[in-house]
C-alpha cells in the first residue's frame, strides 16, 4: 500500500482533506449500523465525528474498497421492509473513539491504492491512534 499520497478514488473522488482534522477536538461519535430481528450487526456502517465546532466528517466504505471520508452530517434512520432497518445515533462509548472524546487529533495518516483510492485513514490522538479502513467493503474500526 502507498502511505501520504494524496490521490481520490476513481469513483468517488477525493473527499476532505484528511490533514483539515488535524487540530481539531472531537466532541461527538455518530454512527449507524444495520438492524436486523432486533439484532444488531457486528459492525458500524458509517461514523460522523464532530468536532468542538459543529464540523462534521463522514467516515464509510463502498463496495469496491474506497473509504470515503467526505464533510456530511448524519441521515437519519431508515426502514428496509423485510431486510431489517438501519439506526443513527450517538455511539462514542461503543467504539475505539470512546476514550478520545474531547481530545484534540494530533496527526492524520492517509493510505491509498493506486485502483482503489483511499483505503485507511489514521487518526492520531494524545492517548493513541484509531484506524479507520475499508476491509472487504465494511468499516473497520481499530484501536492501535
Not at 462509548?93 to 494530533?106: K, R, V, W
Not at 482503489?116 to 489514521?122: D, I, N, P, Q, Y
Request: glycine share 14%.
Amino acid at each position: 500500500m502507498e502511505s501520504e499520497k494524496s490521490n481520490g478514488c476513481p469513483l468517488h473522488g477525493g473527499g476532505v482533506a484528511a490533514q483539515s482534522l488535524v487540530g481539531h477536538l472531537l466532541a461527538e461519535v455518530v454512527g449507524s449500523q444495520h438492524v436486523y430481528g432486533g439484532d444488531a450487526s457486528a459492525g458500524l456502517l458509517d461514523v460522523w465525528l464532530i468536532d468542538d465546532r459543529g464540523a462534521t466528517v463522514h467516515v464509510t466504505t463502498r463496495s469496491d474498497g474506497c473509504l470515503i471520508v467526505e464533510d456530511s452530517e448524519p441521515h437519519t434512520g431508515y426502514d428496509m421492509g423485510d431486510s431489517g432497518r438501519v439506526t443513527v445515533g450517538a455511539i462514542g462509548n461503543e467504539t475505539p473513539f470512546a476514550d478520545h472524546i474531547g481530545e484534540s487529533i494530533l496527526a492524520v495518516r492517509e493510505e491509498h491504492e493506486p485502483n482503489t483510492g483511499r483505503v485507511a485513514l489514521e487518526l492520531s490522538f494524545p492517548k493513541g491512534r484509531i484506524r479507520c479502513e475499508s476491509w472487504t467493503g465494511d468499516l473497520r474500526l481499530t484501536l492501535m
